[in-house]
């Protein structure tokens, strides 16, 4: 069954520190990953997309790692600010008829809270 | 450039009811996908729409179906309420199908009871 687990569950970090958000998945055939941020009632908000070869990928203060091989996936913010306390949902896309939008599995989210 | 707008934003029916939510893509966007998103199951895909053409479905029950219009316009439809359909229902779109960017909507929250 594929499936994609996230940890911790929440974190909660002072304003300017740094932190990473797991994710380990088990879903084949594997297409991309992607790390979204969603704000509380609002839809999610693409930060990165990494395929099969992309080993980092960077979006401002987010940097996301992909580890193939061990099926590993970080999201690492730097000098964290307010505005990041938000739910980050980790997808990983299978492949369905020439798209990944077909085969995604989600995360449960790292729910992150900034407090200053 | 109008991102994606979802109608309506809120919604309260009772067991039994049929409900029809409708989501507008970006401009120019062919490609729109629903999903559920629950507190206790999370995101969940329910279908993708491209070129008025169902591309795929999740696991979810008949009662779930939904269409997408020559200006991809899309709505879908939840028949037979149960309390256990009260989510989120947010709507993505995307130029194709291809390995892009989806842009969701802020969704509809239904509650049923």
Same mark, same amino acid.
Not at chain 1, 22 to 51: A, E, H
Not at chain 1, 85 to 108: D, M, R, W
Not at chain 2, 41 to 56: A, P
Not at chain 2, 101 to 107: A, I, K, L, M, V
């Given at each position: 069954?594929?499936?994609?687990?996230?940890?911790?569950?929440? &974190?909660?970090?002072?304003?300017?520190?740094?932190?990473?958000?797991?994710? /380990?998945?088990?879903?084949?055939? =594997?297409?991309?990953?992607?790390?979204?941020?969603?704000?509380?009632?609002?839809?999610?908000?693409?930060?990165?997309?990494?395929? =099969?070869?992309? /080993?980092?990928?960077? /979006?401002?203060?987010?940097?996301?790692? &992909?580890? #193939?091989?061990?099926?590993?996936?970080?999201?690492?913010?730097?000098?964290?600010?307010?505005?990041? $306390? #938000?739910?980050?949902?980790?997808?990983?896309?299978?492949? #369905?008829?020439?798209?990944?939008?077909?085969?995604?599995?989600?995360?449960?989210?790292?729910?992150?809270?900034?407090?200053? | 450039? #109008?991102?994606?707008?979802?109608?309506?934003?809120?919604?309260?029916?009772?067991?039994?009811?049929?409900?029809?939510?409708?989501?507008?893509?970006?401009?120019?966007?062919?490609?729109?996908?629903?999903?559920?998103?629950?507190?206790?199951?999370?995101?969940?895909?329910?279908?993708?729409?491209?070129?008025?053409?169902?591309?795929?479905?999740? /696991?979810?029950?008949?009662?779930?179906?939904?269409?997408?219009?020559?200006?991809?316009? $899309?709505?879908?439809?939840?028949?037979?309420?149960?309390?256990?359909?009260?989510?989120?229902?947010?709507?993505?779109?995307?130029?194709?199908?291809?390995?892009?960017?989806?842009? =969701?909507?802020?969704?509809?929250?239904?509650?049923?009871?």
């Amino acid at each position: 069954k594929n499936q994609v687990e996230q940890s911790p569950q929440s &974190l909660i970090i002072l304003e300017g520190k740094n932190c990473t958000l797991q994710c /380990n998945y088990t879903v084949s055939p =594997f297409s991309n990953l992607r790390w979204y941020k969603q704000d509380t009632g609002r839809g999610p908000v693409s930060l990165t997309i990494m395929t =099969f070869s992309e /080993n980092t990928k960077s /979006n401002g203060r987010y940097t996301a790692t &992909l580890d #193939a091989d061990t099926k590993q996936s970080s999201l690492h913010i730097t000098a964290s600010q307010l505005s990041d $306390s #938000a739910s980050y949902i980790c997808v990983v896309g299978g492949n #369905a008829g020439g798209t990944s939008y077909g085969k995604l599995t989600f995360g449960q989210g790292t729910i992150l809270t900034v407090h200053p | 450039k #109008a991102g994606v707008t979802q109608t309506p934003r809120y919604l309260i029916k009772t067991r039994g009811q049929q409900v029809t939510l409708s989501c507008s893509p970006i401009s120019g966007h062919r490609s729109v996908s629903w999903y559920q998103q629950t507190p206790g199951q999370g995101l969940q895909f329910l279908f993708e729409y491209f070129s008025e053409t169902q591309r795929n479905k999740g /696991n979810f029950p008949g009662r779930f179906s939904g269409r997408q219009f020559s200006n991809s316009r $899309s709505e879908m439809n939840v028949s037979t309420l149960e309390l256990g359909d009260s989510a989120l229902y947010l709507c993505a779109s995307s130029l194709t199908r291809t390995e892009e960017t989806q842009y =969701f909507g802020p969704g509809t929250r239904l509650l049923v009871l």
